[in-house]
């Protein structure tokens, strides 16, 4: 087990590089094996996600090859297998297996897949559309059983815009006979490098990022190559941070419009930015305001960047309201916050938080990788040392946090206990 031990209040100054979006790599990875051949995906984030999917890749008997940030996929020798819970629930983009196999080999039999502890997180959604495009589900126990004589396109309608469900039906659907609508469709940005990655490779996708996607069905596909978006997660992450301890901290790598939501609210509460092409400086302002955030799908605050922004309001002058509308349980890292000094008053899926508050470094726990992250911004921010356990979960999705945070002056450091 991994711990990182926090030594706070320090100002943070200096470039942070952005890496590829762990929410659309978790999701390019799995897509590779539509192609019989190889395919390359560039700016892949180092981080255990990608490693827990390699390990999938090759026990379907594609050949893996790792440099720096560039993953090399050949699934032309693809040899079609269960794959068991010691596999899928290492992380919930396991299920997107399941697309890519039925689109590849119209069966796939695979265990429930896992993900943060942040709700309930069905993947009903995901189900109903392979369903809708000719797919017998069986369900025997925890494992999914799904199999298909042909896939055929079809309109499917989405009660939510799922980006999970989206993204898997588009999977499954880029090889079906056929026309293939989704209605409802997600529109967050890694689903717009998905639909590039298998047009690249030969499929017949247009509407991605918006509400309304088609698919042409094609009969085969070839291997192509892909670069990873930059992850507006993380740039936000880390753009939150500079709100409150940063002197000229740039952020590098980023598309800005895609935290845009985000760049409005900080902006809103009196911070100090100046946004360039592909960076945004920024450095901490004297007094922040209290502002009320409600999280939703894009292009509104992304729900990933609530429990981080959570941090932010506890440091502003004033009553904030921390809403969440997509999971029913983003405040497991609240109990943490107020152990360190925060004035956090959870009801449901939202909380007051009252502010400004001092925060004390202390042993805290990491519950889920974004509640995981907000604990490392208070850590850093906090009066003396913080100690964070069960840093794995953080490590899943913040690609060599302890070196880009060491680079810009922070005192960090991750240890094995
Ligand atoms: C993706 O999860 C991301 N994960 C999540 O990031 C992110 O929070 C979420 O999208 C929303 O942006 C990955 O991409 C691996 P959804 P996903 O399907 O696809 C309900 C992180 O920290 N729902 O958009 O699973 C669900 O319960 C992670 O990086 C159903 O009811 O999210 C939730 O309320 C956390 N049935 C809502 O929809 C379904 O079949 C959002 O789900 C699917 C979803």
Request: proline content about 3%.
């Amino acid at each position: 087990m991994k711990q990182m031990i926090i030594e706070g209040n320090n100002i943070l100054s200096g470039n942070i590089e952005i890496g590829g979006a762990k929410n659309s790599a978790v999701a390019l990875i799995p897509a590779a094996i539509l192609a019989s051949g190889e395919s390359t995906i560039k700016n892949v984030p180092n981080i255990s996600d990608r490693d827990a999917l390699i390990d999938i890749l090759e026990l379907l008997n594609c050949n893996v090859k790792i440099k720096d940030n560039e993953l090399t996929i050949d699934s032309t020798n693809l040899n079609n297998k269960v794959i068991d819970n010691s596999y899928s629930s290492r992380l919930r983009a396991s299920y997107y297996f399941m697309g890519a196999l039925l689109g590849r080999q119209k069966n796939v039999e695979i265990y429930i897949p896992g993900g943060c502890n942040i709700g309930s997180r069905p993947i009903d959604m995901h189900i109903d559309g392979f369903k809708a495009l000719g797919v017998k589900v069986e369900i025997e126990g925890d494992k999914y059983i799904l199999s298909a004589d042909k896939l055929v396109g079809t309109d499917i309608y989405l009660r939510f815009q799922s980006v999970g469900a989206t993204i898997n039906i588009m999977l499954a659907s880029v090889l079906a006979e056929g026309k293939t609508i989704i209605h409802n469709a997600a529109k967050e940005a890694e689903i717009n490098n998905i639909a590039n990655f298998l047009n690249n490779m030969g499929a017949k996708i247009t509407g991605a990022g918006t509400d309304e996607i088609t698919i042409i069905g094609v009969e085969t596909l070839h291997g192509a190559e892909i670069s990873v978006l930059p992850d507006r997660i993380e740039a936000g992450t880390y753009l939150i941070l500079g709100a409150l301890c940063g002197t000229n901290l740039t952020i590098k790598n980023i598309i800005p419009e895609h935290l845009e939501s985000l760049t409005t609210k900080l902006k809103e509460m009196g911070s100090n930015l100046i946004i360039n092409k592909d960076s945004i400086s920024i450095s901490k302002v004297s007094e922040l305001k209290a502002i009320n955030i409600k999280t939703l799908v894009y292009p509104g605050i992304p729900t990933d960047i609530g429990q981080p922004m959570s941090v932010l309001l506890t440091q502003s002058t004033g009553t904030s309201l921390f809403e969440e509308t997509i999971w029913e349980n983003r405040m497991g890292h609240v109990p943490s916050l107020n152990k360190m000094g925060a004035n956090i008053q959870v009801n449901g899926m939202s909380a007051i938080i009252k502010g400004p508050t001092k925060l004390k470094g202390c042993d805290v726990i990491a519950t889920d990788l974004r509640g995981g992250a907000a604990l490392v911004i208070a850590g850093l921010i906090a009066e003396g040392i913080t100690t964070i356990t069960d840093v794995e979960h953080i490590l899943r999705g913040y690609e060599n946090i302890t070196e880009k945070l060491t680079n810009v002056g922070a005192k960090i450091e991750l240890k094995e206990i």
